[in-house]
């Protein structure tokens, strides 16, 4: 059977034949689009000012996100040398123009654990990389990370922050130990050299 022109036929069943003007389809089938495109705007909306009202998503807490006081004068080589700290003994040395780097060393079940850290120093501020253990051992899980520590200007204490690079593990790091006293030249004629009066008949 031969369909007028304009319009579609659509079978409902072998017995039944339905036809739906082609015109009607069109229209249904733009009235559909715009409909959704509008349902569409309106949740994009709806969402952004959802959004609006929001506080912004906080930063997660932690020693990664405090910044070291800004950096001040340091006279050189002060941070070099023996400290006392919070993860037990550290040694501190020269690497090169602007850099330091060390050791520390804690006792945990009885065996020695050596860590070791580097990094740029900017006047009294270190921003390092550590790892601990300093060599890695089979079997044995290295730690590595970040920090920062900030060196007093008479060399007698630090303090500062570290963490895990994936940021499970954080803490603060102090150092302390006598400031460094000036050192004089033995004075000559009659001062003690050696245990003895130096210059003094025997």
Do not use: C, I
């Not at 520590?149 to 954080?170: E, I, K, M, P, Y």
């Not at 050299?193 to 008949?201: F, I, R």
Request: aromatic letters at 10%; charged letters at 15%.
């Amino acid at each position: 059977m031969l369909q007028p022109r304009g319009t579609l036929a659509v079978t409902a069943d072998d017995r039944n034949r339905v036809v739906v003007p082609f015109a009607a389809m069109t229209a249904l089938a733009t009235t559909a689009r715009l409909a959704l495109a509008a349902l569409a705007t309106t949740v994009l909306v709806a969402s952004a000012s959802s959004k609006k009202n929001e506080p912004p998503p906080a930063t997660a807490p932690g020693a990664w996100n405090a910044a070291p006081a800004p950096t001040a004068a340091l006279p050189p080589g002060a941070a070099g040398g023996l400290w006392k700290t919070t993860f037990g003994a550290v040694k501190v040395e020269d690497d090169g123009p602007g850099r330091v780097h060390g050791v520390w060393m804690y006792q945990r079940d009885g065996k020695d654990v050596l860590g070791y850290f580097g990094g740029a120093l900017d006047g009294n501020v270190l921003r390092l990389t550590w790892r601990e253990p300093a060599q890695a051992q089979p079997g044995e899980a290295q730690l590595v990370g970040e920090g920062w520590l900030v060196f007093n200007a008479d060399g007698s204490q630090f303090s500062g922050r570290w963490w895990t690079s994936n940021r499970d593990r954080q803490g603060d790091w102090t150092g302390w130990r006598a400031p460094a006293a000036p050192t004089a030249a033995p004075a000559m004629g009659g001062a003690a050299y050696g245990g003895a009066a130096y210059g003094a008949p025997y």
